[in-house]
């Protein structure tokens, strides 16, 4: 920390002095203590913002985001008829039919030009740019969209356009509020949920997201104030104006996603048993949060001792795990000796080959111990994995558990899968995130025609995985002297 200056952090906490702990700074600045921390409220903000909340009934998501758009289209023209107004949607698709929606709504009022801020000439210009042929047509109206689907050279174009103010609207993720600096007057969050494709329903987003969206609302060096707009599900209007109103406290969690972290310090050589694991978290925020917010973390007796055996089954549990799936192993001595009569957490550990490439490559260690066991099945059955069998199998990897697998997909991902040379069995299902990745690789292999735009992005973030993912299937396949395997996972990085 000493050789750091300064530390920002873009939204105000309820719990600042443990962020303030965990760094290392005092709570206080004096002339004896130089470092210390600032926790600026809210309503200190250079540009004050005036938030207002709406609730929209109905139990099924596509039919109320369809029932948001007039309602966005009138709080842009009601706050702001000249200015940029940003608006926040869940997923690409919604980028774009909320996008539409303006343009339609613009020309139904007889305005539909009324969001442009450039000539004909420079109109035609822009769209000609544009590699994505709907955003071509949404920029001759003065709207424009933005996801991490479109083309570098699309995505640049827009930003560009809409900070000259060429274009008034622009539609986007929320990956635009964390990555690109795009203030505007207005702000709309058009719905606070999302689908998962993991648990297949819609879930919230993290309330530190809506924050950062808002955050967005305010241009320092044009405006006086702010507006933004958060439309909601109607039952929980209750909840986000309690903590858009709130500073919110910021919690850790590094405790669902220990396994990889531990393995990679042993890995490492900085941990080499349990004991070690637990000093190891005393260093991290969670230590600091655990007795601070006991529930949140699963622990049942807030006492010292409590705190104390929730780290140690915490930790061990995690070992376990690694154990498990053949990971990390217990270590033995120059004679042999494993340590069996040492005191509990203090048995020696250390990393088998297996957990070396997942802590090299990156890799869960789920997926490298699943691979790890059908590679050496096969290997010990004399068993050929053929194209099929590899590419199903480097499908499986967790790594591809969060492809975004939008409501209602199965149908496209069925109507491409008629199309691909390698088959699924009857008892997949296409709503699968695993099965949807299967897919999209066999058409990148085969340079197939997608059905829907959206899976040309879906399939550059698979091969963005996939290119260790395969690499370290590689290196599995080695480990467990499954030659056939080997080269045939060699043949698909090759096609990747």
Not at 51 to 56: A, E, Y
Not at 109 to 114: I, L, V, Y
Not at 204 to 227: C, H, N, S, W
Not at 396 to 420: C, D, I, Q, S, Y
């Amino acid at each position: 920390v000493n050789a750091v200056r300064l530390i920002g952090l873009s939204t105000a906490l309820a719990n600042a002095a443990d962020l303030g702990d965990w760094l290392g700074l005092p709570p206080h600045v004096g002339e004896t203590a130089p470092l210390g921390f600032f926790n600026f409220k809210p309503e200190l903000r250079p540009v004050p913002c005036e938030k207002h909340i709406m609730g929209f009934p109905g139990k099924h998501y596509c039919p109320r985001m369809a029932t948001m758009n007039k309602p966005v289209y009138g709080a842009v023209r009601e706050h702001s008829p000249t200015k940029p107004a940003l608006v926040f949607v869940a997923s690409r698709r919604q980028t774009r039919l909320t996008a539409q929606a303006m343009v339609t709504l613009a020309s139904q009022d007889g305005e539909p030009a009324q969001f442009l801020g450039m000539s004909a000439g420079e109109v035609e210009a822009a769209a000609a740019e544009c590699r994505d042929e709907d955003l071509a047509h949404l920029l001759r109206f003065g709207v424009g969209m933005h996801h991490a689907g479109l083309e570098n050279s699309d995505r640049d174009l827009v930003e560009r356009l809409f900070t000259e103010r060429k274009i008034q609207i622009l539609v986007c993720t929320a990956t635009l509020a964390w990555g690109v600096n795009l203030p505007a007057h207005l702000v709309v969050v058009k719905g606070t949920e999302y689908f998962d494709a993991t648990l297949k329903k819609y879930v919230d987003f993290e309330i530190t997201d809506v924050l950062q969206m808002i955050g967005r609302a305010g241009r320092p060096q044009y405006d006086d104030k702010a507006v933004a707009c958060i439309f909601v599900e109607e039952s929980k209007k209750n909840f986000y104006k309690k903590f858009l109103f709130e500073p919110f406290p910021v919690e850790s969690n590094l405790h669902k996603v220990l396994h990889n972290h531990v393995l990679a310090e042993i890995a490492g050589e900085t941990l080499s048993c349990v004991a070690d694991g637990i000093e190891y978290l005393t260093w991290t925020y969670l230590f600091r949060r655990l007795m601070q917010n006991p529930s949140f973390y699963g622990l049942d007796d807030a006492s010292p001792e409590g705190a104390r055996d929730h780290m140690f089954g915490l930790v061990n549990g995690v070992i376990e795990a690694l154990i498990e799936e053949d990971c990390v192993e217990e270590a033995l001595d120059d004679d042999g000796d494993d340590g069996g009569e040492a005191a509990p957490g203090m048995r020696p550990l250390r990393a088998t080959l297996l957990g070396k490439i997942a802590s090299y490559y990156y890799l869960d260690y789920a997926t490298a111990g699943m691979m790890h066991r059908e590679l050496f099945d096969a290997h010990d059955l004399r068993r050929s994995l053929d194209l099929n069998d590899l590419l199903r199998l480097v499908s499986r990897a967790t790594e591809f558990a969060e492809m975004p697998v939008r409501h209602n997909e199965g149908e496209e991902n069925e109507k491409l899968h008629r199309g691909l040379p390698l088959k699924v069995t009857s008892r997949d299902d296409f709503e699968d995130p695993h099965i949807k990745t299967f897919l999209l690789l066999q058409g990148h292999f085969c340079r197939a025609t997608f059905p829907i735009q959206d899976f040309y992005n879906d399939t550059r973030g698979a091969l963005d995985n996939a290119t260790r993912v395969v690499a370290a299937a590689v290196d599995i396949a080695a480990e467990t002297g499954a030659l056939d395997s080997c080269l045939g996972l060699m043949t698909i990085t090759q096609m990747v």
